[in-house]
Each structure stands twice: as structure tokens, then as C-alpha cells.
């Protein structure tokens, strides 16, 4: 019997027919046929601005916890989480009450996506502070240690945080997360040095590229693992990138067969980031052809 993978959907393109007035509809369609189908999680992009990979800032973009929400009056049972959210964006007292409130509203299905971040003209477009990387890595330390020490007991533990970037008096937490003991972290990038030993520190999950290299990150996961005292098998594995499955699901059989091979190197969950102009209808052709087919046999 071969190891199936799970299949999550990563929202971060929001140019669909329609226009603004339709995109509340249209996320609301695809979270019920993601839902339905037996996808894992339900992502979405942490940007103010779009990429320069998706149409760049003239391009249309939603603040991605607002969305998320959203997402989760139309589901039941998805998974829900910000694929990453940026470690600049939010300070960390306030991004763990958004993710605990996601968590309550949705009851229990939050996940909080983390990173470093890399976007920044938008962080300079609207004046949001953009440290250099090292101190970003180190505001992303810290951050999942508050938020942490904010989901731990029945009100978070309620001493003073102190590090080098932030300082909180009192970390109360109130209503505390559903998920317990803390909704699930994930930690994306694959920096050898710092992101993967962060994962290994601290995370739930971990978030790759599938490229050649995935299985020489996945070992020095393990290394990392190893020297923290982590079970490695404990940690979600998961992999980004788009899907493709052509007119009509003409190329789904390449991307079942591409999702069986990452399972077979120990992949769990594999996200898919979906755009073009009908985002609808690859749902529900990923969810048809390629969610069951890789499920375990």
C-alpha cells in the first residue's frame, strides 16, 4: 500500500471575471467546493500588494485574515491559514489574538503560516517597517515564541515577554485558541541554516518547493531534528507550487502522478496555488480527478 499525500489550495491571485464585485462570491464557491471535495487546507497569500510573479501591484489583492475569515463562514472542515504571513506585517501580540479569533470563528481550524517575508516594494509603498533579513529572522524566533507563550494554559502564560524586538507586559490570551495545545505553526522557506532549524525548534509543519533539491532539504530537516530533540516524523511536511491541470483536467493525470511521487519521498501535504480567471472550475477539477486519487490506497 502506497502512502498518500494530502491536497491543500493556496489562494493568491484575486484577478477573476467578474471584478471586485464578484470576488466575495467566488471565494464563497470555492471554499464550499474545496471543502466538499476532501481538500486539506485552504491557504492564503499574505500580501498587501500583488507579486510580480501574479500581474505585480496594479493587480488586484486582498488582505489575506479579512479573506480567511470569510473562507471559514463558507467551510466546515478545511483547514484554514495564511501561506505565509509575513513576520513584518503585524507585531506578534497581535497576530496571535487574529489567529486565535480565526480559530474561534471557525471553530478550531486555524493554522498560522510564518515567514521572514520578501516583498519589499510593497512594505516601502505603504510605509510598513522592512528590517534587514537577519533582524527579520530574528523578529520570526521571537514571534513564535509569543505567540507560544500566548497559547499555553487556559489564558496564555501571563508573564512579560522580553527579547531584543519586542516587549509585551502581559501575554493574556482570552478566549483562548479551540485548537489545542496551540493552533498548528508552519514555518515556510528552505534555508538550511536558520529556516529548517527553526522548523526544527519550534514548528509543526515545514513548507518546500518540490524541486530536486526537496530531498536534501528533507534530510537536513531531520539533522536539525535530531539536534533539537525533535521527532522528526512529527513534523507536516509540505510542498507549494502551482497547478496546472489544463482545459478541462487534460493534464490532472500529470499532477496525480507528480503528487504520488512527492508522497513517496515523504511529503504529507501538497498546497496548490490556483489562478486564472475561472479559479472555480480548477477547484472542482482538482477535487474530482486528483484529491482522491492520491488519497491512501
Not at 510598513?128 to 523578529?139: E, G, K, T, V
Amino acid at each position: 500500500m502506497e502512502a498518500g499525500v494530502k491536497v491543500g489550495l493556496v489562494i493568491g491571485d484575486f484577478a477573476w471575471t467578474g471584478g471586485p464585485a464578484r470576488i466575495a462570491d467566488t471565494l464563497a464557491e470555492i471554499a464550499q467546493s474545496a471543502d466538499d471535495a476532501g481538500f486539506s487546507l485552504l491557504g492564503v497569500g499574505d500580501h498587501v500588494w500583488q507579486g510580480p510573479h501574479a500581474g505585480g501591484p496594479e493587480s488586484p489583492m486582498l488582505e489575506c485574515f479579512s479573506t480567511l475569515t470569510l473562507l471559514a463562514a463558507h467551510t466546515r472542515r478545511i483547514r484554514l491559514a495564511p501561506i505565509v504571513a509575513g513576520v513584518h506585517f503585524r507585531h506578534p501580540g497581535m497576530l496571535a489574538k487574529t489567529v486565535t479569533t480565526l480559530d474561534v470563528l471557525s471553530g478550531g481550524r486555524a493554522m498560522l503560516g510564518l515567514g521572514v517575508g520578501w516583498y519589499e516594494d510593497e512594505a516601502r509603498g505603504l510605509g510598513i517597517p522592512y528590517p534587514s533579513l537577519a533582524d527579520r529572522f530574528a523578529m520570526l524566533e521571537e514571534t513564535v515564541q509569543i505567540c507560544h507563550r500566548m497559547w499555553d494554559g487556559e489564558q496564555g502564560d501571563e508573564r512579560p515577554y522580553e527579547g531584543a524586538h519586542y516587549r509585551l507586559e502581559r501575554t493574556l490570551n482570552l478566549p483562548q485558541s479551540i485548537t489545542r495545545p496551540h493552533p498548528p505553526i508552519l514555518i515556510g522557506g528552505g534555508g538550511e541554516k536558520k529556516t529548517l532549524r527553526l522548523v526544527a525548534k519550534y514548528a509543526d509543519a515545514c513548507n518546500l518547493y518540490p524541486g530536486p533539491d526537496l530531498p536534501a532539504k528533507l534530510d537536513v530537516l531531520r539533522g536539525h531534528c535530531e539536534a533539537e530533540g525533535r521527532d522528526y516524523d512529527a513534523i507536516e511536511k509540505t510542498v507549494i507550487f502551482p497547478f496546472d491541470v489544463g482545459a478541462d483536467g487534460a493534464q490532472a493525470g500529470e499532477l496525480t502522478d507528480m503528487l504520488r511521487g512527492l508522497a513517496a519521498l515523504g511529503v504529507d501535504t501538497a498546497m496548490g496555488i490556483i489562478g486564472g480567471p475561472d479559479p472555480v472550475r480548477t477547484v472542482e477539477i482538482v477535487g474530482k480527478k486528483v484529491v482522491p486519487a492520491v488519497a491512501d490506497a
